[in-house]
């Protein structure tokens, strides 16, 4: 029996002390805090890191302030398009789902692919017509208004700029944001198994069916028991052109390096050459946790069966 662990993140991207009222700080470490402990609770149960991460990945997207199921983005035609992915490390086997609307929980409907279609990645309506199938609740569209989402996109929907959970100076097309982010959880269960899911709204005013890196397996999640699981959030085009979270894995499988170095590697050094902003969290198979940055805030927590946690937003 191995050490367990589960670590959460609400994404990345200018979070400033500054900028947040105790109210709202409050708010985001509460959330942060039953996230984990719905994930820990299945882990504590014996449960299995899938099931883990799938639990506190559904409490991250039922609370309107992250972005991703009820909090999502709205997109330049004024809809809620989400995408993500979940990977279980010990089956190899991974769901994802992309650009899919109404879909309460998209993490849910991922699993769902994972488990029971013969498939990977399923999108747009397709996904949905599985969700139906699958008995995957569905939600209105009022259900992922949000006021503070409404006025952000609201400023820019008639522009061509886009605008990510962090801000980016060297995309000229990119706006200062109020950076409320995707989720995303990775855990480690008492067999050693990991896994990883990641859950997104994507960008506000995004267009053309813009997908990122959040539901691609291997740029925004993967999970391998031979090494690690990964959860990324930050500019997704950028995660995908460094093919992120696969890369921490090969780094751990072939050059030997710990959770900690392989992430600190693909953050601090890959990604900012890159211009890449944003950060991850991961668990290794020994229950390692690992969670690195390269913008000013990131949400983010885990909590380990030997007594370790931390729950955090700034550098
Ligand atoms: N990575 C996500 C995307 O590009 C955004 C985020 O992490 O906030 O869709």
């Given at each position: 029996m191995s050490v367990f662990t589960i670590a959460i993140h609400g994404g990345a991207g200018t979070i400033l002390k500054k900028d947040m009222s105790a109210e709202r700080e409050q708010e985001y470490l509460e959330s942060m805090g039953d996230a984990l402990d719905a994930g820990y609770a299945v882990l504590e149960k014996g449960g299995t890191a899938t099931n883990a991460v799938k639990a506190a990945c559904i409490v991250l997207e039922d609370n309107?302030?992250?972005?991703?199921?009820?909090g999502s983005v709205f997109s330049k035609s004024g809809e809620h398009e989400m995408d993500a992915a979940i990977m279980d490390g010990g089956l190899m086997n991974a769901g994802s789902v992309a650009g899919?609307?109404?879909?309460?929980n998209p993490i849910a409907l991922a699993t769902e692919v994972m488990?029971?279609?013969?498939?990977?990645f399923l999108s747009g309506k397709g996904a949905t017509d599985f969700a139906l199938m699958q008995g995957i609740k569905l939600e209105p569209d009022e259900y992922f208004f949000s006021q503070f989402r409404y006025d952000q996109w609201k400023e820019i929907r008639d522009s061509d700029i886009y605008a990510l959970e962090q801000t980016d100076?060297?995309?000229?097309?990119l706006i200062k944001d109020k950076k409320f982010g995707t989720v995303g959880a990775v855990a480690c269960d008492e067999n050693g198994n990991v896994a990883a899911a990641t859950s997104t709204g994507g960008m506000?005013?995004?267009?053309?069916?813009r997908i990122g890196d959040s539901p691609i397996i291997g740029a925004g999640n993967y999970a391998n028991n031979k090494t690690c699981a990964v959860s990324c959030t930050g500019h997704g085009e950028l995660f995908m052109l460094a093919v992120a979270a696969y890369d921490v894995s090969c780094l751990m499988e072939?050059?030997?390096?710990s959770i900690q170095q392989a992430i600190d590697h693909v953050v601090n050094e890959k990604l900012v050459q890159m211009k890449g902003q944003g950060g991850m969290i991961g668990v290794d198979a020994m229950g390692n946790p690992a969670m690195v940055f390269n913008t000013p805030g990131m949400y983010r927590g885990y909590k380990t069966s030997e007594g370790r946690n931390e729950i955090s937003i700034y550098q």
């Open positions: 309107i302030l992250f972005n991703a199921g009820r899919v609307r109404n879909v309460r488990l029971n279609s013969n498939h990977v100076p060297h995309m000229e097309n506000t005013n995004k267009k053309y069916g072939y050059k030997g390096y």
